[in-house]
Nanobody
Framework: VQLQASGGGLVQPGGSLRLSCAAS????????MGWYRQAPGKERELVAT???????FVADSVKGRFTLSRDNAKNTMYLQMNSLKPEDTAVYYC?????????WGQGTQVTVSS
């Protein structure tokens, strides 16, 4: 299984980005998918997860600003990020869990700066 993350970039504070994580296999086979982020000099932080049943978790640091969704027909998960702040600057990694193990996408850089 391969995961392809995309959608990162440079955005001004208050702006929006949508990250995508496209899977090479049916995402309905993953019991949970989500995103971590890691900023320079900081520990990796779990940002959001979504279960196969659609139940979502969003970290307090991004609650009300970030929304996670999945499109099973496109085998893609999305992270909609609104009202971005400089402290959201990080490399964002998508992941997906199956019984066989955990799979990772490559990171995508998000930079929030004026």
């Amino acid at each position: 299984v391969q995961l392809q993350a995309s959608g990162g970039g440079l955005v001004q504070p208050g702006g929006s980005l949508r990250l995508s994580c496209a899977a090479s296999a049916s995402i309905s086979s993953f019991y949970v998918m989500g995103w971590y982020r890691q900023a320079p000099g900081k520990e990796r932080e779990l940002v959001a997860t979504i279960s196969s049943g659609g139940t979502t978790f969003v970290a307090d640091s991004v609650k009300g600003r970030f929304t996670l969704s999945r499109d099973n027909a496109k085998n893609t998960m999305y992270l909609q990020m609104n009202s971005l702040k400089p402290e959201d600057t990080a490399v964002y990694y998508c992941f997906a869990n199956k019984i066989q193990g955990k799979f990772w996408g490559q990171g995508t850089q998000v930079t929030v700066s004026s």
